[in-house]
T-cell receptor, first 114, second 112 residues
Framework: EPEVTQTPSHQVTQMGQEVILRCVPISNHLYFYWYRQILGQKVEFLVS????????KSEIFDDQFSVERPDGSNFTLKIRSTKLEDSAMYFC????????????FGSGTRLTVV | GESVGLHLPTLSVQEGDNSIINCAYSNSASDYFIWYKQESGKGPQFIIDIRSNMDKRQGQRVTVLLNKTVKHLSLQIAATQPGDSAVYFCAENPGGSYIPTFGRGTSLIVHP
């Protein structure tokens, strides 16, 4: 079964450093998403991306965040200057149609900011 | 230092029992609802969905019930198995948006 692949599975970074979280969506999917989940809390939407541009974003997704599809397979989330409160699981998801019953989530990257 | 976590509601059942997980949603304009299962260390996995023009939908061993009057959603799992142990999230789509808003989650523990 096709999978969404995320790397790394765990990233530790110092406060103020830039991090890039990587995702390889399912190959024929056109809609891409990032969510985050702070430990023990609910899954929160960050951003959706379609046709090489952001289609929707939440208030969490401020100027410190950016997304990019640098080539035909990768979808990245960059945090420019990490803060302690950015520590969370970050999930990438993709879908073929943009309707969320078709979402497939990756296994996540655990980001720890120290 | 002391760490403070959010304690999830927990449902403990015996293997073979039926489980019912409940969810209250907030937005009366929501027209589409999804249940996700999240196993430890993994991303959420779609289980079943229901549109607001329905009040019941069945899948394999799972049934979702929707009561729009009281804004309540439930997930019933028949003959619960140890592999069903996970955190279950309901999610709602406000009308006009395809971005689901996740609920808090319920931890289901199945004892063999």
């Amino acid at each position: 079964e096709p999978e969404v692949t995320q790397t790394p599975s765990h990233q530790v970074t110092q406060m103020g450093q830039e991090v890039i979280l990587r995702c390889v969506p399912i190959s024929n999917h056109l809609y891409f998403y990032w969510y985050r989940q702070i430990l023990g809390q609910k899954v929160e939407f960050l951003v959706s991306f379609y046709n090489n541009e952001i289609s929707e974003k939440s208030e969490i997704f401020d100027d410190q965040f950016s997304v990019e599809r640098p080539d035909g397979s990768n979808f990245t989330l960059k945090i420019r200057s990490t803060k302690l409160e950015d520590s969370a699981m970050y999930f990438c998801a993709s879908s073929a149609t943009g309707i969320n019953y078709g979402y497939t989530f990756g296994s996540g990257t655990r980001l720890t900011v120290v | 230092g002391e760490s403070v976590g959010l304690h999830l509601p927990t449902l403990s059942v015996q293997e073979g029992d039926n489980s019912i997980i409940n969810c209250a949603y907030s937005n009366s304009a929501s027209d589409y609802f999804i249940w996700y299962k999240q196993e430890s260390g993994k991303g959420p996995q779609f289980i079943i969905d229901i549109r607001s023009n329905m009040d019941k939908r069945q899948g394999q061993r799972v049934t979702v019930l929707l009561n729009k009057t009281v804004k309540h959603l439930s997930l019933q799992i028949a003959a619960t198995q140890p592999g069903d142990s996970a955190v279950y999230f309901c999610a709602e789509n406000p009308g006009g948006s395809y971005i689901p808003t996740f609920g808090r989650g319920t931890s289901l523990i199945v004892h063999p």
